[in-house]
């Protein structure tokens, strides 16, 4: 009889048919949309943890200024991106930070007192930033 051998196929040669800059440029526009989609994550996150801060203060807020004080900022590349009604103390310079802050000069001395003036917004932050990572949609 006859036997049947299969056709031995040579490779096909890859051909690109992009410039290496068409190539980064696009790379480039994927990375900031994705930073872009993260930075709106973290705002998102930051408006929860000010929310958090100002229901779950265990201390008696006589006058509001406290828990009116209570803010968040997102910061891509060390500029504002995000924000409620206050401003950051600092800046690590990292590419994307969350930072959330109370805005009266005495917060520390009410947190060093026991109360909870920003510790559930830290832990809420926390968990909420934790079950993002890995996260791409």
Known sequence: GI???PAIREPMPITRLST???LAKAIERKLAERKERL??????IGEGAVNEARD???????TGNLRASVAYCV???GKRYG???SRPTSSTGKALELVVSAGM????YVAAMGYDVLDSAEVKAAADVSAIKGVDR
């Open 3 to 5: 036997t049947h051998r």
């Open 20 to 22: 290496q800059q068409a």
């Open 39 to 44: 930075a709106r994550r973290l705002a998102y």
């Open 75 to 77: 910061l891509m590349d």
């Open 83 to 85: 924000y409620s009604s």
């Open 56 to 62: 779950k203060g265990s201390y008696t807020d006589r």
């Open 105 to 108: 000069h005495y917060a520390p």
